[in-house]
């Protein structure tokens, strides 16, 4: 059950990550619902595996499932700094568009922290 567990998990990660990458629309919602699911399914498993000798296979699944989870998360943190960069853009134009130059109120980009 855990190496399925950890299969479901690996293709919703790939397909996440195929998808920003290929620059499509895609439901963030249902992305994260189906990473939440797998996560308390998994946490669920691994709590039964706990005084179990760990296998050298699902060592190495594990591993893949973290070299997957590495590069998802460095490919959403690409698409939220180009989103926060086309926001400061528009941000910008705007403010630039109703200023007179008399004041200029600005307009911080936000932190990805």
């Known amino acids: 059950m855990l190496r399925k567990?950890?299969?479901?998990?690996?293709?919703?990660?790939?397909?996440?990550?195929?998808?920003?990458?290929?620059?499509?629309?895609?439901?963030?919602?249902?992305?994260?619902?189906?990473?939440?699911?797998?996560?308390?399914?998994?946490?669920?498993?691994?709590?039964?595996?706990q005084d179990e000798p760990t296998k050298q296979d699902l060592t190495e699944q594990l591993q893949s499932l973290k070299t997957k989870l590495d590069q998802n998360h460095a490919v959403l943190e690409m698409n939220l700094r180009a989103v926060q960069e086309v926001a400061t853009i528009i941000s910008e134009a705007i403010q630039s568009?109703?200023?007179d130059g008399t004041y200029s109120a600005g307009i911080l980009p936000v932190s990805p922290e």
Request: glycine fraction near 0%.
């Open 5 to 49: 567990s950890i299969e479901r998990l690996e293709e919703t990660i790939e397909a996440e990550t195929a998808a920003l990458l290929a620059h499509v629309p895609i439901d963030h919602q249902e992305f994260n619902r189906r990473k939440n699911q797998s996560l308390l399914e998994l946490t669920r498993l691994v709590r039964h595996l």
């Open 97 to 99: 568009s109703e200023s």
